[in-house]
T-cell receptor, first 113, second 115 residues
Framework: DTEVTQTPKHLVMGMTNKKSLKCEQH?????MYWYKQKAKKPPELMFV???????INESVPSRFSPECPNSSLLNLHLHALQPEDSALYLC????????????FGPGTRLLVL | AQKITQTQPGMFVQEKEAVTLDCTYD???????LFWYKQPSSGEMIFLIY??????QNATEGRYSLNFQKARKSANLVISASQLGDSAMYFC????????????FGSGTKLNVKP
């Protein structure tokens, strides 16, 4: 089973709202990722958690705040977003022990008004 | 320099025919991994196939095979017997060295399969 789940599937929020994206995997993977993808572009890495510690932050604005409560869960907290933050947000996971294939969730389509 | 280059923004193929999607890469590290992902319009990135730099044989997974030419730094994806469901965006990606968590993605190729 290589399933990564993400909720919600779609999200519309205003620029003053606070919302969270959720990602879950039960494959025993120890690395989890957030990507942002604009239409017709490749995914852009935002954050990586390895063994529940933040290991990579690709200079993402502080209005995006990741959280890894346990090895199966990854959240992305959103606050004071801008319309240009509208995108598909993809979560992925990998074994994290040198087995690097990343398995992606279905994504959350975010629209910021 | 681009780490991964996909030079075909869009491709058409007739159903049941084979198609090759091009990917070239740039790295000086002897250890790297190459991946292909499929992204239908629904958005999910689906892992298709992996090739390690030290693998002696080309990777195959069902109708997908990877034509790995190390000297040319190319890792083309071959899809045999195309199906309508193969219509999607295809991304080539690379991991280099010990940086297992960072992927470099190409710009993608949009494949359309015609009935």
């Amino acid at each position: 089973d290589t399933e990564v789940t993400q909720t919600p599937k779609h999200l519309v929020m205003g620029m003053t709202n606070k919302k969270s994206l959720k990602c879950e995997q039960h494959m025993g993977h120890r690395a989890m990722y957030w990507y942002k993808q604009k239409a017709k572009k490749p995914p852009e890495l935002m954050f990586v958690y390895s063994y529940e510690k933040l290991s990579i932050n690709e200079s993402v604005p502080s209005r995006f705040s990741p959280e890894c409560p346990n090895s199966s869960l990854l959240n992305l907290h959103l606050h004071a977003l801008q319309p240009e933050d509208s995108a598909l947000y993809l979560c992925a996971s990998s074994q994290g022990r040198g087995h690097e294939t990343q398995y992606f969730g279905p994504g959350t389509r975010l629209l910021v008004l | 320099a681009q780490k991964i280059t996909q030079t075909q923004p869009g491709m058409f193929v007739q159903e049941k025919e084979a198609v090759t999607l091009d990917c070239t890469y740039d790295t000086s590290d002897p250890s790297y991994g190459l991946f292909w992902y499929k992204q239908p319009s629904s958005g999910e990135m689906i892992f298709l196939i992996y090739q390690g730099s030290y693998d002696q044989q080309n990777a195959t997974e069902g109708r997908y095979s990877l034509n790995f030419q190390k000297a040319r730094k190319s890792a083309n994806l071959v899809i045999s017997a195309s199906q309508l469901g193969d219509s999607a965006m295809y991304f080539c990606a690379m991991r280099e060295g010990d940086n297992f968590n960072k992927f470099y993605f190409g710009s993608g190729t949009k494949l359309n399969v015609k009935p």
